[in-house]
Each structure stands twice: as structure tokens, then as C-alpha cells.
Antibody, heavy 117, light 111 residues
Framework: EVQVVESGGGLVQPGGSLRLSCAAS????????MTWVRQAPGKGLEWISY????????NYADSVKGRFTISRDNAKNSLYLQMNSLRDEDTAVYHC??????????WGQGTTVTVSS | QSVLTQPPSVSGAPGQRITISCTWS?????????IHWYQHLPGTAPKLLIY???WRPSGVPDRFSGSKSDTSASLAISGLQAEDEAEYYC???????????FGGGTKLTVL
């Protein structure tokens, strides 16, 4: 079964850093563009970042631009999200998804990030 | 405030048909691309229900259907079932700023 699995979430203090990973099963990530989407407690889905299959095109939401960095290691079949200067409002469940055109068709269950002192 | 506007909640009895709207203003978003719909229960993976305004991925029942006009889109669910109770999101792509946009989500309650 094609699936993606996120990891790397946890509890971090404001101003701290965390690196999320997204691994794929039965799926060669290098062939696809990928995206990160999050859901804060009590809120809806919020798009965070996009990376093309080659890594040549990268986009960020204004809320994370300059603090988060998306990357991929196609040799390891993995996607990453480096999160720096974390704020309380970054507390959320973070999902990765395979991109087809302008939508995501394979999503992970997410990994929880809690920013709190 | 979401660029795509959805009603916060809808409800219906088992067997009924409901629709969820997704609207936008052309003054708030550039040329809009296709609308896609997801079903989501917190703590689980979002599930793609409709892509390209009206197309269903393999495995999605034909009880789910989508449509789109110039400034609105709709998701219809017929023959409501208890398992349909979830949050539903519309999503598109704003090419003017190269970003994905989501609606605020609609909570469906099956009475």
C-alpha cells in the first residue's frame, strides 16, 4: 500500500528548532512534488510549504517564510521540514502529502509539534 | 480568515442528501485553479474525496460528487451515512502567489 509516514514531532520551547521527516512506503518520492500541511488545535487545515520533484521550486506560506525550510533527499526517499524560531502558534499536527497537480492524493497521519515553555 | 469560504457546519439525517459550498471573491484571490475536496477526522490522514472539481479517486463512493462555477464550488453527499460524519475542506491553488489555499472547513453532523 502506498503511504507516507511523518516523524520527528515533539515538545519544544519557544524559539527552539525541530526537524520533521516524511518517509514513503511503496512510493518513490523523487518522482513527485510534495507538500506540508498543518492543523493547529481547534483550527482548520493550513498549507505550509511545497517542493517540486527536483527541489528546484520551493514555496512557503507567509506564516512560516524565513523560519521553516523544506528539503528532500531523493536518495533516502525522504522529505524534511526544518523548523526554526518556533512560536506558540506553530503548535499543530503536521501532515506531508504527495502532490498531483494542485492537490494531495496520499497523506500521512501526521506528527504532533507542541511549542510551549 | 480563509480565502475560500465554507459554512462552519451542516447536518442531515441518514439517507438524506447534503451540499457543502465553497465560495471565493475574485478580488481576494488570483485566477483560481481547480477545486479539490478532502474528508478529515482530527488525528487521521486527510482523505482526498474529489479532485479537479468533479473527479473521484478510485475507492471513493459515487455518493460523493463535486461541481464548480465561476465563484463557487459544491460538494454533495447523497445517502448520508453515520461514517460520513467528519470535517470537509475545499482547497485550490492561487497562482498569483504560488500557494495552496484551504477553506475553513465544514463539520458534517449526521443526526
Amino acid at each position: 500500500e502506498v503511504q507516507v509516514v511523518e516523524s520527528g514531532g515533539g515538545l519544544v520551547q519557544p524559539g527552539g528548532s525541530l526537524r520533521l521527516s516524511c518517509a514513503a512506503s511503496d512510493l518513490t518520492l523523487s518522482t513527485y512534488s510534495m507538500t506540508w500541511v498543518r492543523q493547529a488545535p481547534g483550527k482548520g487545515l493550513e498549507w505550509i510549504s511545497y517542493i517540486s520533484s527536483s527541489g528546484g521550486t520551493i514555496n512557503y506560506a507567509d506564516s512560516v517564510k524565513g523560519r521553516f525550510t523544506i528539503s528532500r533527499d531523493n536518495a533516502k526517499n525522504s522529505l524534511y521540514l526544518q523548523m526554526n524560531s518556533l512560536r506558540d502558534e506553530d503548535t499543530a499536527v503536521y501532515h506531508c502529502a504527495r502532490v498531483r497537480g494542485t492537490y494531495g492524493d496520499v497523506w500521512g497521519q501526521g506528527t504532533t509539534v507542541t511549542v510551549s515553555s | 480568515q480563509s480565502v475560500l469560504t465554507q459554512p462552519p457546519s451542516v447536518s442531515g439525517a441518514p439517507g438524506q442528501r447534503i451540499t457543502i459550498s465553497c465560495t471565493w471573491s475574485l478580488s481576494n484571490i488570483g485566477p483560481i485553479y481547480d477545486i479539490h475536496w478532502y474528508q478529515h477526522l482530527p488525528g487521521t490522514a486527510p482523505k482526498l474525496l474529489i479532485y479537479g472539481n468533479k473527479w473521484r479517486p478510485s475507492g471513493v463512493p459515487d455518493r460523493f460528487s463535486g461541481s464548480k462555477s465561476d465563484t463557487s464550488a459544491s460538494l454533495a453527499i447523497s445517502g448520508l451515512q453515520a461514517e460520513d460524519e467528519a470535517e470537509y475542506y475545499c482547497q485550490s491553488y492561487d497562482s498569483s502567489v504560488s500557494r495552496w489555499v484551504f477553506g475553513g472547513g465544514t463539520k458534517l453532523t449526521v443526526l
